[in-house]
């Protein structure tokens, strides 16, 4: 009988301290730190994960299919692992280190009032109204130099608005590689933007004669040996013109003209 | 003992499963279920969150103090979903873009919380582990039924493998295109409940008093 009471009166005396407000205390805290060393510690081991799987499916495999025109050695997790992302301010050319990448969409950006800004008439030859302040770039290195620098390009085709991804050498000058993902032009007309043996022409054109960018597609056949012309597609005349015109819009000074200098000049 | 055992874990598979019997975990059964791969998926999820949850919870159950018992179990509860959550996102990127809201949603998965406040809460660490494997699996087997049976009879496949031939590609079967949406869920749902109560008569809910009784208590 008094073992019992002094049994029960153990319990009692265990559940008081269960309760009190000091143990209380205690238990959140520790519960609190533990579950948020392991939640943290997880955030932070699969992140570099994370950050590729944004990269491959997250609107980003358009840049793995222009690297593959380029002929790179393509192996997903080792160009992702080379690639650098950039948001660059336009109308300085400097690179914007405070914004989070993967949550800027230029394209969105183009629509803000405050991320956007109109482009001037006698400028918008690509013919698209406004543009974002700010444009994503993407470096691919190699042995940390950095090799091409890949830059979104986009602009009105014959019906549409052609979006694609236009590389450069380190140069700054020299075209490596260029590839429209989305555009809504006549298949077998227009459409022959995506044949590879055209987008094959840009490879080793320059952009720019005396800091002007004079790149662009013939009307006809280009020039044997042009350093800046290529091959014009029949029945496509439209859509070639709007290809030059975003290009030479892109890569003027209302463009990534300002980068591209500041990118030479840190390089030298 | 290793009878007891065996009933905690075999017994939320048929005789007291979660979704069934209890009816509880409805709302993830209904939207991940228009697919094998995603359901499959979200069993894992929702077992792994089960099963650590209630481990967990068992272990400190000496310590915590009643008053805010629910809340450690829920903070508990929620880093486990996070973590399971953030693998998810690390190798199953596309499927867990298809489970969208629903694997974080495991935090407030009846399921979950009943077993850890119901059990773990006042048994020991073996026995609460069977517990949560258990109610894991059993919620994973009514969802993996309705999952194939919506996938076979909604898109000719299963786990993205054509499986019925469908009658666009040449083949006979038209595929239902009511079972790709929520109610069909239910239906399946519903006829389980109803194929599993009339094999276990035990799991019949008592009949409710009748209402003419409460009329006359309540004249005289």
Request: charged fraction near 15%; charge should be neutral; glycine fraction near 8%.
């Amino acid at each position: 009988m008094q073992q019992k009471n002094i049994m029960t009166g153990s319990i009692h005396l265990s559940r008081a301290h269960k309760d009190s407000v000091k143990n209380t205390v205690m238990v959140a805290l520790l519960v609190s730190l533990i579950c948020s060393v392991l939640v943290s510690t997880t955030a932070v081991l699969l992140k570099p994960k994370h950050l590729e799987n944004q990269l491959f499916y997250g609107g980003h495999r358009n840049i793995l299919q222009l690297i593959e025109i380029i002929q790179y050695d393509m192996n997903v997790e080792d160009v992702i692992s080379r690639m650098d992302i950039k948001v660059v301010d336009l109308a300085t050319g400097e690179y914007e280190e405070n914004m989070d990448i993967s949550q800027y969409n230029q394209r969105e950006a183009a629509k803000d009032p405050v991320l956007g800004i109109p482009v001037p008439e006698k400028l918008d030859t690509a013919n698209i109204g406004r543009r974002a302040r700010y444009a994503t770039v993407y470096l691919l290195k190699e042995n940390s130099y950095i090799k091409y620098i890949i830059l979104p390009v986009y602009g009105s085709g014959m019906w549409s608005t052609l979006y694609g991804y236009l590389a450069l050498e380190s140069d700054g000058n020299t075209v490596a590689g260029l590839k429209f993902h989305e555009h809504g032009e006549t298949p077998g007309l227009g459409g022959k933007i995506d044949d590879p043996s055209w987008l094959n022409q840009w490879r080793g054109k320059n952009v720019y004669d005396n800091g002007v960018p004079v790149i662009k597609v013939a009307r006809r056949k280009a020039p044997l040996g042009s350093k800046h012309e290529v091959d014009g597609l029949s029945g496509a005349t439209l859509t070639g013109q709007g290809v030059t015109n975003l290009l030479q819009y892109w890569l003027g000074e209302h463009g990534f003209q300002p980068y591209l200098e500041r990118f030479h000049k840190s390089e030298e | 003992m290793k009878n007891q055992a065996k009933e905690i874990f075999l017994g939320p598979l048929i005789n007291n499963n979660p979704v069934t019997l209890q009816v509880l975990g409805i709302c993830s059964a209904l939207a991940v279920t228009t697919s094998l791969l995603p359901a499959l998926l979200m069993c894992m999820a929702l077992t792994s969150v089960a099963t650590l949850g209630n481990v967990s919870v068992s272990l400190i159950r000496h310590h915590i103090p009643s008053s805010i018992r629910i809340i450690i179990q829920i903070t508990i509860i929620s880093s486990l979903v996070i973590i399971v959550d953030q693998i998810l996102r690390a190798y199953a990127y596309e499927t867990s873009k298809q489970l969208s809201v629903f694997v974080g949603l495991i935090i407030t998965n009846c399921i979950v919380l009943a077993r850890t406040e119901g059990f773990a809460m006042n048994n020991g660490i073996g026995m609460s582990f069977l517990d949560g494997l258990g109610h894991g699996l059993g919620y994973s087997l009514i969802l993996v039924i309705v999952a194939s049976t919506r996938e076979l009879l909604g898109a000719g496949t299963l786990m993205g493998v054509s499986i019925l031939t469908l009658a666009k590609d040449g083949g006979w079967f038209h595929p239902i295109g009511l079972m790709l949406m929520a109610p069909s869920g239910f239906f399946i749902i519903g006829l389980l409940i109803w194929l599993i109560r009339s094999w276990q008569k035990p799991q019949l809910e008592q009949t409710v008093v009748r209402t003419h009784t409460l009329v006359r208590s309540e004249a005289s």
